[in-house]
């Protein structure tokens, strides 16, 4: 090899170390007449009720955006992948989307593993993130306090759900004496359950005993059993649907019948076919939408998703088409496509108003809003009342 060949694939080398860095440091940015977004969900595995259910409420929006123009002239183009409910896929699609489809961001995944899973490729590629369901403290903030620059958030956090469902329980029902049955395998459940305790013996209540199950057990009559000898007036399970329908219909069939509280992974029609309807009844949990709402804009969105997909819509349906629109507010704020000036736009975001309720962002990219309380009645989820942060 020559001095002169050696030299010139020099350059190129350092010439493309360059282009690599100039990549890394400015995300994606502008690439043509469609805008291209990644969205990063469980459309198949453990939780693809969620994923799917976030899906559908995305498309449905970025279907209208479109229909109406689209943003700067230009089509909105999802790239839709499977992260089956996995972490390691979560990753994996996360890097794909920013890295391969040069996708101007990420919406999804659902669940808090599922993300925390796909934050490294998303601040790594300077591609902002946002996720309408992972309520984890630590989506947006680390172990230690310092704010992720690119990840964000629609949905309230697991702390502030757990810190509503004991004021609920203190003050709206009454109760001094609770009992705790939450996945030990769960970030999620460590979450509410920690929030859940400080502020129920803050306020005067008392925790009588802090039980554990694993996700996929079956059996938790042995506990059920335990936890009913201790008498508690109401039993707090921040679990998901899958768990929870069968605790529900193992403690009605046991005797237990105190009212059972959670959060929003209760948030699935098969709750109610695992547990039965005519057990399923004395459950309250913290949501983030109720059909039952007459406001416009609602009832805008329940008939508009009924006529795409021919169902009613649920909560996650609600999230997902909010985190559409809320993409598209940030996006034209944001003056260009360009995934720098988005993250900006979506750390600045205040007052936008969605289906889900009126979200501004926090300066832990968090959004201040209200939680809404459903009661189950016969297997129904049935709207009781909203709470405000205070």
Known sequence: MNKKLLGTLSLVLILSFISGCAAKTTGNQDNGDTIKVGVNYELSGDVATYGQNLSDGVLLAIEEINKNGGVFGKQIVPIKVDNKSEDTESANVSTRLATRDKVVALLGPATSGNTKAAIPAATQNKIPLVSASATADDVTVDSNGNVREYIFKTCFSDSFQGVMMAE???????????????????????????????????????????????????????????????????????????????????????????????????????????????????????????????????????????????????????????????????????GEVNSEKLKDAFASTKDFKGVTGTVSIDENHNPIKSVTIIEMKDGVPTFLKKLDPK
């Open 168 to 334: 609920f329980a203190l003050n709206d029902l009454n109760f001094k004496n609770a009992a705790i049955l939450a996945d030990s395998t769960s970030d999620y459940a460590k979450g509410l359950s920690k929030a859940f305790k400080e502020t129920f013996t803050s306020q005067g209540g008392k925790i009588l005993s802090e039980e554990a199950y694993q996700a996929k057990d079956t059996d938790f009559k042995a506990v059920l059993t335990s936890l009913k000898g201790l008498n508690p007036e109401v039993l707090f399970v921040p679990g998901y649907y899958e768990e929870v329908g069968l605790i529900v219909r193992q403690a009605r069939e046991l005797g237990l019948n105190v009212p059972i509280l959670g959060a929003d992974g209760y948030e699935s029609p098969k709750l109610t076919e695992i547990a039965g309807k005519g057990v399923l009844n004395d459950v309250y949990y913290s949501s983030h939408y109720s059909p039952m709402d007459d406001a416009e804009e609602v009832v805008k969105f329940k008939k508009d998703f009924k006529a795409r997909y021919g169902k009613e819509a649920d909560a996650f349906n609600a999230l997902g088409y909010d985190l559409g629109y809320f993409f598209k507010d940030a996006l034209e704020r944001a």
